[in-house]
């Protein structure tokens, strides 16, 4: 009997974000043997033209390269799709128009967490300027009722910048170093939540943790969010 990918993932933005992806959705499957994990297919595109930069730039550049894996991953038969990047979360409205599966949006996967910690104070976006540009966390964050804020707010996103530039060159130890700083002036200003709303910056925090402020997870809420579309609980 054939086994068919039940869940298509678009990585490689960037790869190591992808890679933390994959080890979530292991780590959070409540698996005794091999068949008992997801089926699922992973195709790594890291020639993808940058999101960010894309988005500054006011070009639709990585779209068609976007269409094209969703296209991939519809002829294999998915039937749903999970996009490990926040950024390119700006394009989501134009790959469903177009998809056979459902593509599951990374921030109502993260914004579903905060009302699990009963978050009541102001909420940090901490992500590629691309993805701030875009506003599409800001507006599903105000229309849960959230007080919305950036890290431009506190003079901090060129150290965000840093941090995932870092990540994606592989230089972890200096990425936390950094990342350790944000979250500290973060919670000194006042922040009670952090999205760390880039798939390279979970990378950069894992292990931060602060006594006034929950780092949200958005790459973990996109794995559990994928795992309970097929019925696994976690």
């Given at each position: 009997?054939?086994?068919?990918?039940?869940?298509?993932?678009i990585?490689?933005?960037?790869?190591?974000?992808?890679?933390?992806?994959?080890?979530?959705?292991?780590?959070?499957?409540?698996?005794?043997?091999?068949?008992?994990?997801?089926?699922?297919?992973?195709?790594?595109?890291?020639?993808?033209?940058?999101?960010?930069?894309?988005?500054?730039?006011?070009?639709?550049?990585?779209?068609?390269?976007?269409?094209?894996?969703?296209?991939?991953?519809?002829?294999?038969?998915?039937?749903?799709?999970?996009?490990?990047?926040?950024?390119?979360?700006?394009?989501?409205?134009?790959?469903?128009?177009?998809?056979?599966?459902?593509?599951?949006?990374?921030?109502?996967?993260?914004?579903?967490?905060?009302?699990?910690?009963?978050?009541?104070?102001?909420?940090?976006?901490?992500?590629?300027?691309?993805?701030?540009?875009?506003?599409?966390?800001?507006?599903?964050?105000?229309?849960?009722?959230?007080?919305?804020?950036?890290?431009?707010?506190i003079?901090?996103?060129?150290?965000?910048?840093?941090?995932?530039?870092?990540?994606?060159?592989?230089?972890?130890?200096?990425?936390?170093?950094?990342?350790?700083?944000?979250?500290?002036?973060?919670?000194?200003?006042?922040?009670?939540?952090?999205?760390?709303?880039?798939?390279?910056?979970?990378?950069?925090?894992?292990?931060?943790?602060?006594?006034?402020?929950?780092?949200?997870?958005?790459?973990a809420?996109?794995?559990?969010?994928?795992?309970?579309r097929f019925g696994?609980?976690?």
């Open positions: 009997m054939p086994v068919r990918p039940r869940l298509g993932v990585g490689g933005l960037g790869p190591m974000a992808s890679a933390d992806f994959y080890r979530k959705i292991v780590e959070l499957t409540p698996a005794r043997e091999d068949a008992e994990h997801l089926p699922l297919v992973l195709l790594s595109l890291p020639q993808i033209p940058d999101r960010s930069g894309a988005i500054l730039a006011e070009t639709d550049a990585p779209l068609p390269a976007l269409r094209q894996a969703v296209e991939t991953l519809d002829g294999l038969g998915v039937e749903a799709i999970a996009i490990v990047c926040n950024t390119a979360h700006h394009w989501y409205d134009e790959l469903t128009g177009s998809a056979r599966s459902t593509l599951l949006h990374i921030a109502d996967c993260a914004i579903a967490e905060l009302a699990v910690h009963r978050v009541a104070g102001p909420v940090m976006i901490l992500a590629t300027r691309g993805t701030l540009q875009s506003g599409f966390y800001q507006r599903k964050l105000a229309a849960a009722g959230y007080s919305v804020c950036t890290a431009f707010d003079a901090a996103q060129a150290e965000v910048d840093t941090v995932i530039a870092r990540v994606k060159a592989g230089d972890l130890v200096g990425a936390r170093t950094v990342m350790s700083d944000v979250v500290e002036a973060a919670a000194a200003a006042g922040v009670k939540a952090g999205l760390l709303a880039c798939t390279e910056l979970p990378l950069a925090a894992e292990g931060l943790a602060s006594p006034d402020m929950v780092l949200i997870d958005p790459t809420e996109l794995a559990r969010a994928c795992l309970r696994i609980a976690v």
